[in-house]
């Protein structure tokens, strides 16, 4: 009887959906690094300006925030299901809503920054008004990426079950 007892898992497990979510998180933020790091410079030196460049940027930023998006919800899942004190949780649902917060700025200035930029004739508008929004948007995306190292971490070396 108590094998059985044993064998009646409820799944998702709390370390099955970690692993999710640290595959998820590092998908999100590590494309995001890689994106930035390599493709861009590498994207505005083959097509000669970065104008060009930014209206591809443009197009994959929809991606790494859709990425974003499925990671936190994994991690409010994650939230969920893990087995820790109210203190520990309260510190892991507070990182997780800054990064939930700092998702929803990029995508209402990535939304801002829109209004400058005219698609159909490739064109920017007004430089001199994209310019501190897109300021705005590299700022909030390091914040992002330094609170996400911190959730990262801690899913790395805290136990799932403590």
Known sequence: ???AQNDQRTFPTPHVVRGVLFFLLIFWQGGFMFYGLIVVPIGA???????QQGLITQQVT??????GGMTLLVALLYLAVLPISRRKKAWATAIWAILLATLIAQVMVHIKMDLF???????MISRKQFRPWHAGYLCVSTAQWAIALLFGGWLLYRPPTR
């Open 62 to 67: 929809h991606y790494l925030n859709l990425s």
């Open 117 to 123: 930029i005219d698609l159909e004739n490739q064109k």
């Open 1 to 3: 009887m108590e094998k």
């Open 45 to 51: 030196e083959i097509t000669g300006s970065d104008f």
